[in-house]
């Protein structure tokens, strides 16, 4: 795709500058030993109650009732996973302990390694940079915080926080405007086809860089992107070809 020259970056977060995934497996398992000598549970009951409760995050609406926190709704996920598996019903004790070891054991490995740290302070210097997130705006927010990254974008945007989140172009439109830029001047780098490259395509952005490690999902639907990378790392490549 040929155009102007590139004077923004839009960051996805989740699984582009941090690895959401990994701490969030390595937060299950955590959590799901502590079940285990909690409550004397056999290793496959625990895997079960851990995917049950994976299951009800994705499946999780961004419609909450009123007066309710993310924090009741996951609490209440590891009261029904243990319930639905191991019966009878958890004790409020227990959910919340285990909604708590999970996330902040989740959160303590949200980091920015060293190089994406460098290699962020380096765009910083040639380009305006924006960090665009999905998702529940208490959640996201923790974990724009605990990966401690503010400090490398001209500004952060929380889609949480309004109307329309990724794919919508309105968020997108809030970005252009917040950096004082078109959309042709930006490049959108994500790992999601479905909210990163098709919000991308959506907004008539510069370019689009989907960030697709060996083990995400593959290239086989209607969303296609400019630039394919398995890593962060590798975008001043891309950025090279588009000058």
Not at 107 to 116: A, F, G, H, N, S
Not at 118 to 135: D, E, I, M, S, V
Not at 153 to 176: N, R, T, W, Y
Not at 229 to 238: Q, R, W, Y
């Amino acid at each position: 795709m040929e155009g102007r020259a590139v004077k923004a970056i839009l960051f996805d977060l989740d699984n582009t500058l941090v690895d959401t995934s990994l701490a969030g497996e390595v937060a299950l398992k955590k959590t799901g030993e502590f079940l285990k000598s909690k409550l004397n549970l056999d290793d496959d009951t625990v895997r079960s109650i851990c995917d049950k409760f994976k299951l009800k995050l994705l499946r999780e609406s961004p419609d909450r009732p009123p007066g309710t926190s993310q924090d009741d709704i996951r609490m209440c996920h590891w009261a029904e996973s243990i319930a639905e598996t191991a019966g009878g019903s958890a004790a409020s004790d227990l959910a919340s302990q285990c909604y708590y070891l999970w996330k902040n054991s989740r959160l303590e490995l949200l980091c920015l390694t060293p190089e994406v740290r460098a290699l962020l302070r380096q765009l910083r210097g040639w380009y305006k940079l924006l960090l665009l997130t999905n998702g529940d705006a208490q959640t996201q927010r923790e974990k724009v915080e605990a990966a401690e990254c503010e400090e490398f974008f001209d500004a952060v945007v929380i889609a949480g926080d309004h109307a329309e989140q990724k794919p919508f172009p309105s968020i997108f439109q809030l970005c252009f405007s917040m950096l004082q830029v078109e959309a042709q001047d930006c490049v959108m780098v994500g790992d999601s086809l479905d909210t990163d490259i098709q919000g991308g395509v959506n907004a008539k952005v510069r370019a689009t860089v989907w960030i697709h490690r060996a083990d995400g999902s593959e290239l086989d639907g209607p969303v296609k992107p400019d630039h394919t990378v398995p890593s962060v790392l590798d975008l001043p490549a891309v950025l090279a070809q588009l000058q």
